[in-house]
Every structure is written in C-alpha cells, then in structure tokens.
Nanobody, 116 residues
Framework: EVQLVESGGGSVQAGGSRRLSCTAS????????MGWYRQAPGSQCQLVSS???????YYRDSVKGRFTISQDNAKNTLYLQMNSLKPEDTAMYYC??????????WGQGTQVTVSS
C-alpha cells in the first residue's frame, strides 16, 4: 500500500523555522518526482516546492530563498526546511507526487501556523 505521512508542523512566530517530513512507504522516493503542497482555509491547493529524480528543484516565488526541499533516500523521506516564516505561510502542508495538482492537498497533512 502506498502511503505518505507528513509531520513536523506546529505553531511558530514570524521569522521562525520548521522542518517538515514526509515518510513514504509502498514505493521508493528515489524514482519519484515529489512535491510539497499547501492549502490555507478558503484558498486553493498550491504547489510550494518540488524535487525531481534528477535532483532539480522548483520553488514558488513566495518561498524562494526561504524554503529548501530535500530527500533522504536511505530513510525514504522527503523534507521541507522552512526558514523566515511569515503569517501568509500558515496552511496545511501535504506531500504528494509533483504532478498531483489539486489532489496534492489530500491526506493527513501537517498544520503550520505562523503568528505575527
């Protein structure tokens, strides 16, 4: 069974940092193009960052220079290091396939709340 479990969310003050983790089971991350998505209440699901099998990365403009995506193939885990957090980063964060689109915001997710 394919499963993705996100963790690492929480409450943080503006300017703080969090590292999100996404542990995969049932498939190998090293062969997959993966992404981090987020959805705030009343807003659409958006792709925050992605990493491809060749190591290339993508970041949406609003997080460039603040967020870093990485993966540990030995642990089969995807990470999102989030620094200099802003209140507008408050959302539920999910990991999913890079091309998941709106389906990227399904599952358990992990909540990140940034207070000013």
């Amino acid at each position: 069974e394919v499963q993705l479990v996100e963790s690492g969310g929480g409450s943080v003050q503006a300017g703080g940092s969090r590292r999100l983790s996404c542990t995969a089971s049932g498939f190998t991350l090293v062969h997959s193009d993966m992404g981090w998505y987020r959805q705030a209440p009343g807003s659409q699901c958006q792709l925050v960052s992605s990493i491809s099998g060749d190591g290339s990365t993508y970041y949406r403009d609003s997080v460039k220079g603040r967020f870093t995506i990485s993966q540990d193939n030995a642990k089969n885990t995807l990470y999102l290091q989030m620094n200099s957090l802003k209140p507008e980063d408050t959302a539920m964060y999910y990991c999913a396939s890079k091309g998941a689109g709106s389906f990227g915001c399904w599952g358990q997710g992990t909540q990140v709340t940034v207070s000013s």
